[in-house]
């Protein structure tokens, strides 16, 4: 998976449907928290200045710290602000050293290992007893649990890996009101598409990690439900070899070898490729991710509004023998603000950055985002005031975080070293060279041999 496509969050939709001064006001300010503590507090982030200009989630915390360091004027913050790239570097060196910052955002990929090492705060009851638990999306916690125990409050705003983008239009010509929910109907309406010389679903996996990023990664969830993934991240006894991620490999060989839905060159073109199939009206329907959506949005709108107009979004349809998680998409927040465990040896420092991760990801960032880019994160908003976005941002927003069931990303997690080998093989399986059983067993090699 493109991690900066992601959780950099393209947001191309929103800032195209209204322009918003960087400076606006979140609708919920922080919680003016009565702290006892006086000293000082280091933050290390990486939403500098320049990434806020055109990222609703970098303005959004940015914008969020400042409203908490305002309101609490006996606390001198201490920023550390780096590129993504250089934060991902120095924050390992630190945690190397023993020497991270008080606050922090933590990857998911180290959790387990930083959590076994002693190097953050569990901070499972804080989170609990937060006051706005209730609010919180609890699939966003899964990158930062290691066994029972949370280790951070996820942060950011979430993107999706697999949308459906489809022609309202053309799929009504084909006699469907909406997109079909199982595959057996997209196959009876491949049937009508292809009579018209029309590919029923774009995709391209010439990069050889759409297919898990913007695929298998749903399909998989729809066999397996979330906690066979937990169990692979946790090394708990799950494995790739298990027969429910068996069926999901299967699945997916059968839909892209034996059924005529897709575009015959998909293991040859890109997701950038295949999009472009629907924005020309080559193809009904398109599968990618949240960034995809966004630049057809902008191209439509620009290019064929009534092709624009005519835009919808949809889950991946259900297998006919799969039985989790009908509604689920992948969606994650790749970060979570963490704590240095050395922060736990003074009380009141530890309430305050407690106070601080709580507000960052709480009600006043949650409210920003939302009314400001149609974005959401950890904290859920009711009734979101969408009324300023156009009809397309504001069914995109609610398909993203309020319509649908969340799921991971698996190359979210784990090592590229497992993913490499899944990935390759993922792609010769899709050519009908390879049966999925050789798929998982040589995952779970990988699996053994790496992680």
């Known amino acids: 998976m493109k991690k900066k496509q992601i959780f950099s969050t393209v947001i191309a939709t ?36 320049e990434e806020s200009e055109g990222n609703g989630g970098s303005d ?25 790239a250089e ?11 023993g020497d991270l910052p008080d606050v922090f955002m933590l990857q998911g990929m180290n959790t387990k290992a930083w959590a076994e090492q002693g190097l953050i705060v569990d901070l499972t009851d804080a989170i609990k007893a937060s006051p706005y638990y209730a609010d919180y999306e609890q699939a966003y916690f899964t990158p930062f649990l290691s066994g029972d125990s949370i280790y951070g409050y996820p942060v950011l705003t ?49 990069g050889k990690w759409q297919a898990n990023s913007c695929f298998l990664s749903t399909l998989g969830n729809r066999y397996t439900g979330p906690e066979w993934f937990q169990s692979l991240i946790n090394k708990e006894g ?21 059924t005529s839905i897709f575009n015959e060159d998909f293991n040859a073109v890109t997701n950038e490729d295949a999009r472009e199939y629907y924005i020309a009206g080559d193809a009904a329907a398109f599968i990618g991710g949240n960034w995809d959506e966004s630049y057809i949005w902008a191209t439509l709108k620009e290019s064929d509004e009534e092709k624009w107009n005519n835009m919808g979004f949809a889950v991946l349809p259900q297998p006919a023998d799969a039985t989790e998680a009908p509604t689920s998409q992948n969606i994650g ?5 963490a704590i240095n465990s050395k922060v736990a040896e003074d009380p009141d420092k530890l309430a305050a950055a407690i106070d601080l991760a709580q507000e960052l990801t709480g009600p006043a960032f949650a409210s920003y985002v939302a009314e ?17 976005f156009d009809q397309v941002t504001q069914d995109f927003y609610n398909w993203s975080y309020v319509d649908t069931e969340k799921c991971e990303i698996y190359d979210s997690y784990i090592n590229g070293a497992v993913w490499e080998v899944l990935n390759t093989d993922l792609q010769t399986m899709m050519n009908g060279e390879m049966e999925a059983a050789d798929v998982a067993a040589n995952a779970q090699a990988a699996y053994e041999a790496n992680y």
Not at 60 to 81: D, F, K
């Open 14 to 49: 929103a800032v195209a449907a209204t322009t918003l001064a960087s400076s606006a006001m979140a609708a919920t300010p922080v919680a003016d928290n009565d702290l006892a503590y006086t000293g000082e507090l280091t933050i290390m982030h990486y939403s500098t200045s």
């Open 60 to 84: 959004g915390l940015r914008t969020t710290l400042a409203a908490w360091i305002e309101a609490h004027p006996e606390i001198t913050v201490n920023e550390n602000v780096l590129a993504n």
């Open 87 to 97: 934060y991902k570097t120095q924050i390992a060196t630190l945690a190397s050293a």
């Open 158 to 206: 979430g993107g999706t890996c697999t949308v459906v983008v489809y022609d309202k239009a053309m799929w009504a010509e084909a006699g469907f009101d909406a997109f079909p929910s199982t595959w057996e109907d997209v196959e009876k309406a491949s049937e009508y598409f292809n009579e018209q010389g029309i590919t029923t679903i774009a995709f391209g996996n010439g």
């Open 238 to 258: 799950a494995a790739f070899t298990d027969e429910a991620f068996v069926k999901a490999l299967e699945e997916t060989k059968r839909l892209f070898t034996e």
């Open 333 to 337: 927040l790749g970060y979570a603000v």
């Open 372 to 388: 400001n880019y149609a974005l959401g994160g950890l904290t859920k908003v009711a009734d979101v005031d969408l009324s300023k």
